[in-house]
């Protein structure tokens, strides 16, 4: 099932950078777009809208203002240049507050917070519509070299950091992305995955044999950080929960 999205804003660039974004989601997609909350509030009234990605900043009317105006809102982001609007803002129960210029790493961790609080709507980042998902079937979508390559979960054997890049590693390629290792880990699968050092996050079927110092997988010795050691042998001894 496809999320659908309002985008408000009243700087074309902005909406043009949010509509990018959103063409990197398989499951999201844009209903409407408006450059005031007047016009928003129109578009409301005549189209379902399950997100609206809102700018605080317009003319006529703030966006909190106009999010305080409605009596059964979508879900909301709030997108803005300034940050003394981030109290009031989450006192409106809005899903999360991005500073522009959004990256697409930010971008996709606010959209990991709309699928985690609904997840009948939207399980996983995938483009399937049944009611329920096995791992097999979860993919993720990853920015390599101006294409957006698509990388089934299950695949994955390991996850490694590169300060501000990704190496994914599967049986048959690697892919190096720009994204951080802990937005990526909010996004995969808990019960699937195991961050065991600061650069390194393992699946746990793809594990071959460990020691107290090293995971092995498919002859790939990596090794398990000071302060993830705990966390790993309870996880590998008697299973994530």
Same mark, same amino acid.
């Given at each position: 099932?496809?999320?659908? =999205? &309002? +985008? ?12 990018? $974004? ?10 409407? #777009? =408006?450059? %005031? ?6 578009? +409301? ?14 003319? #006529? ?10 009596? %059964? ?11 003394? /609007? ?5 006192? +409106? ?5 991005? &500073? ?18 609904? !997840? ?6 995938? %483009?399937?519509?049944?009611? !329920? $998902? ?24 390991? *996850?490694?950091? &590169? ?13 190096? !992305?720009? #994204?951080? *290792? ?5 996004? @995969? ?14 699946? @746990?079927?793809?594990?071959?044999? /460990? ?15 000071? $302060?993830?050691? %705990? ?11």
């Amino acid at each position: 099932m496809k999320i659908r =999205c &309002l +985008l408000v804003d009243d700087e074309p660039p902005a909406l043009a950078v949010l509509r990018s $974004h959103i063409e990197a989601v398989p499951m999201l997609e844009v209903t409407g #777009q =408006c450059h %005031n909350a007047i016009a928003a509030f129109d578009a +409301l009234q005549k189209h379902p809208v399950d997100l609206m990605f809102l700018d605080i900043k317009m003319p #006529q009317l703030l966006g909190t203002d106009f999010l305080k105006s409605l009596r %059964n809102p979508p879900k909301v982001i709030l997108t803005t240049a300034y940050r003394e /609007y981030a109290l009031e803002a989450f006192d +409106l129960d809005v899903v999360d507050y991005l &500073l522009k210029p959004i990256s697409l790493d930010r971008f996709l961790r606010a959209v990991q917070k709309v699928i985690k609080s609904d !997840a009948p709507l939207a399980p996983a980042i995938t %483009n399937h519509s049944e009611p !329920a $998902h096995t791992s097999s079937e979860r993919f993720l979508y990853f920015r390599v070299d101006r294409k957006m390559v698509k990388v089934m979960v299950d695949d994955i054997l390991y *996850i490694e950091s &590169l300060k501000d890049y990704v190496r994914i590693v599967t049986a048959s390629k690697q892919l190096v !992305a720009k #994204q951080t *290792i802990t937005s990526l880990e909010e996004m @995969l699968p808990e019960e699937q995955f195991l961050r065991i050092h600061r650069s390194f996050i393992v699946s @746990l079927k793809k594990i071959d044999s /460990y020691s107290p110092a090293h995971i092995d997988i498919m002859g790939k010795e990596l090794p398990i950080g000071r $302060h993830y050691k %705990n966390e790993t042998e309870r996880a590998l001894k008697f299973g994530k929960s």
